[in-house]
């Protein structure tokens, strides 16, 4: 299985804006890395997925035209780029992967990090 570690997540003010890189280790089937995020009381959320063939995204309504999904080939990262932020984004975010393409669907991820802390508050 891929190796996953979540890191950039903190507080920040709303309105605001915060990086969320995925480290995965390399592997030599194609595979898709999704963001996911929990807040307490609520079910997993799918945020963003990319797939590591052809870079395909795919986004949830909620985040769309906020949140942007990349992939860094040389350095095996995937990073979460979240601009104005809400107080409703605060969530443990976590990465993801699932074979062999893209879903939202929590089920569909194999592999999961630890997760990253994202508070946002005045």
């Known amino acids: 299985q891929v190796q996953l570690v979540e890191s950039g997540g903190g507080l920040v003010q709303p309105g605001g804006s915060l990086r969320l890189s995925c480290a995965h280790s390399r592997f030599d089937l194609d595979y898709a890395v999704g963001w996911f995020r929990q807040a307490p009381g609520k079910e997993r959320e799918g945020l963003s997925c990319i797939s590591t063939t052809d870079d395909s995204t795919l986004y949830t309504n909620s985040v769309k035209g906020r949140f942007t999904i990349s992939r860094d080939k040389a350095k095996n990262t995937v990073n979460l780029q979240m601009n104005s932020l809400k107080p409703e984004d605060t969530a443990v975010y976590y990465c993801?992967?699932?074979?062999?393409?893209?879903?939202?669907?929590?089920?569909?991820?194999?592999?999961w990090g630890q997760g990253t802390q994202v508070t946002v508050s005045s």
């Open positions: 993801a992967t699932a074979y062999p393409w893209c879903s939202l669907y929590p089920g569909s991820f194999v592999s």
